[in-house]
């Protein structure tokens, strides 16, 4: 695995290392939630969150403020940024994924117990491109904070069934929201019922019916795969013979349209594929665009906006509207080189990997 330095050009980065006396990052969650492992085996997959203590660093929050989250996920960054503020706080929570905020719910009441004061916890279960909308809603006029931890959750990838992943065998559905699977009696609010349409439109939708050039065009522009045309052309063959339903089924006909030397490579030739019909299929680059300059818009005088992008597609598009921000003298950039994991926080959790932190301070 390659490993980054942390480093955010100003001296500000994750200082989460090993021993040291800020040292909490994953290490502090582990030794407040256990060891993870038997965490994870007993219980459920709990996503570890990620650049903690540099999230609540960055946030820089005080008590009695607003927080808002925006990818709410199994909650640890609000969690954390509760405990932080003895519970004196309000936390909107965002999630399109109903499981999301079923689970965090949950983590959430055991985690507050023996807190001083209980945290005011509002939860919306809708996209947070409707950022503005959702939290006028609320009647929430002012953010103090806005975090954006994008992508998906350890949950989502490992445990959802929704074909995330191409290491197992499930129906390719790969959609946030899961309203699709739902029965109708747990759609008890506007948010929920409001948004089913967003999950008609599934990856095996786009493998079976969208054209070679089409599908073609989303695997290079959103996975960057220099095989796209191939991938495309062996999926369009394949489909021929019969409808491709299954994650493990679009996995072996990606592994056999990629040269010989790319499928036995460190990264499964499916990685990039699979990232592309997720961002495709959830809209993640056009909500992404839209949702950030509402935050900007949301957040109060002094207020900081924190992005935590996972490929660079993201990461881009975050880069871009920090930028212009600063230009139209909106406030100024806090991390002019983007925050990374450390080496340690790569080890205890891979999925941290990718992580890149942006953050941006109203004036
Ligand atoms: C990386 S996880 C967040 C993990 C969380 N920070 C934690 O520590 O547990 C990302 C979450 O964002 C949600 N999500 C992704 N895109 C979204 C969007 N456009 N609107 C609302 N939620 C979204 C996913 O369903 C997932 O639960």
Same mark, same amino acid.
């Given at each position: 695995m390659t490993k980054r330095k942390t480093s955010n050009g100003k001296g500000q980065g994750n200082k $989460?290392? !090993?021993g040291s006396k800020n040292g909490r990052g994953s290490n502090s969650w582990k030794k407040q939630n256990g060891p993870r492992k038997e965490f994870v085996k007993k219980e459920f997959t709990r996503h570890i969150p990620v650049?903690?203590?540099?999230?609540?660093?960055?946030?820089?929050? &005080?008590?009695?403020?607003?927080?808002?989250?925006?990818?709410?996920?199994?909650?640890?960054?609000?969690?954390?940024?509760? +405990?932080?503020?003895?519970?004196?706080i309000t936390i909107v929570g965002f999630d399109l994924d109903q499981d999301a905020i079923a689970r965090a719910g949950s983590n959430f009441e055991i985690a507050f117990k023996d807190l001083? !004061? &209980?945290?005011?916890?509002?939860?919306?279960? #809708?996209?947070?491109?409707?950022?503005? +909308?959702?939290? #006028?809603? &609320?009647?929430? @006029? !002012?953010? #103090?904070?806005?975090? %954006?931890?994008?992508? =998906? @959750? @350890? %949950?989502?990838?490992?445990? /959802?069934?929704r074909g995330f992943s191409f290491r197992k065998d499930e129906p390719l559905i790969m959609t946030f929201s899961n309203k699709r699977n739902e029965t109708g009696n747990e759609s008890t609010t506007d948010e929920m019922t409001a948004k089913a349409s967003d999950v008609e439109f599934t990856a095996e939708d786009i493998i079976n019916d969208w054209d070679e050039e089409n599908i073609r065009t989303i695997i290079e522009s959103y996975g960057e795969d220099k095989f796209a045309w191939k991938i495309a052309k062996g999926i369009v063959k394949a489909r021929e013979l019969e409808r491709i339903t299954t994650t493990a089924k679009l996995a072996e006909i990606i592994k056999q349209?990629?040269?010989?030397?790319?499928?036995?490579?460190?990264?499964?030739?499916?990685?990039?594929?699979?990232?592309?019909?997720?961002? $495709?299929?959830?809209?993640?680059?056009?909500? =992404?665009?839209e949702t950030i300059p509402q $935050?900007?818009?949301?957040?109060?005088?002094?207020?900081?906006?924190?992005?935590?992008?996972?490929? /660079?597609?993201?990461?881009?598009?975050?880069?871009?509207?920090?930028? !212009?921000?600063e230009e139209e003298e909106k406030g100024r950039i806090l991390t002019k080189r983007p925050i990374v994991p450390t080496e340690d926080e790569m080890d205890e959790?891979?999925?941290?990997?990718?992580?890149?932190?942006?953050?941006?301070?109203k004036i």
């Open positions: $989460a290392k !090993k650049l903690l203590q540099s999230v609540l660093e960055q946030l820089d929050l &005080k008590k009695g403020q607003v927080f808002v989250d925006c990818n709410l996920g199994d909650g640890g960054h609000s969690e954390e940024v509760a +405990k932080t503020m003895n519970g004196d001083e !004061k &209980k945290p005011n916890v509002i939860f919306i279960n #809708d996209n947070f491109r409707n950022l503005t +909308k959702a939290l #006028d809603e &609320k009647g929430i @006029s !002012k953010a #103090d904070a806005i975090l %954006y931890d994008l992508g =998906l @959750s @350890s %949950y989502e990838l490992e445990e /959802s069934g349209s990629v040269p010989g030397f790319a499928r036995f490579g460190k990264t499964h030739p499916a990685t990039k594929t699979f990232q592309a019909l997720r961002i $495709a299929i959830n809209d993640e680059l056009n909500a =992404l665009t $935050a900007m818009e949301q957040l109060s005088e002094g207020g900081r906006l924190v992005v935590i992008s996972y490929h /660079s597609l993201e990461d881009r598009i975050v880069k871009n509207f920090f930028k !212009k921000f959790n891979p999925r941290a990997r990718s992580a890149k932190m942006r953050v941006f301070q």
